[in-house]
């Protein structure tokens, strides 16, 4: 079946109890075995929830993996892949990520004995040089965050698996409507469900998805051992969410691009990074490993931190505030908002300077998000 067919019906039909053509939130802590010694499909909601099963498989589908799992928070789904290593172990992770990974890396895996080492992983013959006898994961996240750079993951993917080093992969600015890391050879997908999966801005979540059903066994346990698991509720939220998925990703594509386009040509605007524009470096890249782009990129301001700070205090439609992937736009100051838990010098080194800004585009009609962003700057 086609990606907006399973978007709608993939993990669940009509429930069998009453008939019930959405799936049902079990907002249940226990379940009644059947007799003595013989539990049911599900005995306690931690280790499993018919509720969360539904979503799980529904993003295991999507994702063309074989074993899905939805957790609390993005989050608790990179603590819990970091559950997977052990003290000793080394991780290469790409150098430039969301803020919060670079702070698990640095903190909770180096407080448990894993050491990260930070890989400029769009040259491979770093990631080739990188790998050691102790190395056990590769993580990746593209495109990245906030930067836009891209990382060739069907490339890596093989180095890897020379190597016999697993790989995973963050794809939560793409969602696998415009990008399918499993497909490309990387072996867990990871996925901040609060943002496109979800699409609505009231409620976080996480998720990760296996390519085999060993690793798959592996997740389990550890969800199950570390309690890090979606509430029901939360997970009939997702599971809504993910229904217009397909349609909400077309038009965020539409939008950033007219947005970018617009930008791109504004002078105070000195640098626009977007993938599908002609002008982003790994633009080729994107056209042979996506299909789409979403509706977040970001931008460098002309005039230094105080233009950017009249920018952002000047905008009306466009809301100040960090996260992304909703149906309303939001734009954020990544050096001092999502990214400032990393040290002056490591935001540097990613290229996160106090001219950068990072927008999520939303479902309003781009001509009115343009007309706001021009009004804003013509006040810089």
Known sequence: MKFETLAVHAGHGPDPAFGAVMQ???????????????PGTYDYTRSGNPTRAALEAC?????????????????????????????????IVHDDLYGGTYRLMTTFAASHGIRAEFVNLRDTDRL???????TRLIWTETPTNPMMNLL????????????GVPTLCDNTFLSPYFQRPLELGIDIVLHSTTKYINGHSDVVGGALVTRDEALGQRVAVMQNALGTAESPFDCFLVLRG????????????????AVARFLEAHPKISAVLHPWLESHPQHELAKRQM??????????????????RRLLEGVRLFTLAESLGGVESLIEHPWTMTHISMPPEARLAAGITEDLIRISVGLEHPDDLIADLAEALDRV
């Open 24 to 38: 049902p939130i079990y907002q249940v802590s226990t379940f009644a075995f059947k007799a003595f010694g013989e």
């Open 291 to 308: 299909t789409g782009c979403s509706g977040v990129f970001s931008f460098r301001m002309d005039g230094g931190g105080e233009a950017v």
């Open 242 to 257: 993910v229904k217009t998925l397909p349609l909400r990703m077309e038009a965020h594509h539409r939008n950033a691009l």
């Open 59 to 91: 993003l295991a589908t999507l994702e063309g993996g074989t074993r899905g799992f939805a957790f609390c928070t993005g989050m608790a789904a990179e603590a819990t892949a970091l559950g997977l290593l052990s003290a000793g172990d080394h991780v």
């Open 128 to 134: 080739r040089a990188a790998i050691r006898p102790e």
């Open 152 to 163: 060739d993951l069907a490339a890596i993917a093989d180095i890897a698996r020379e190597r």
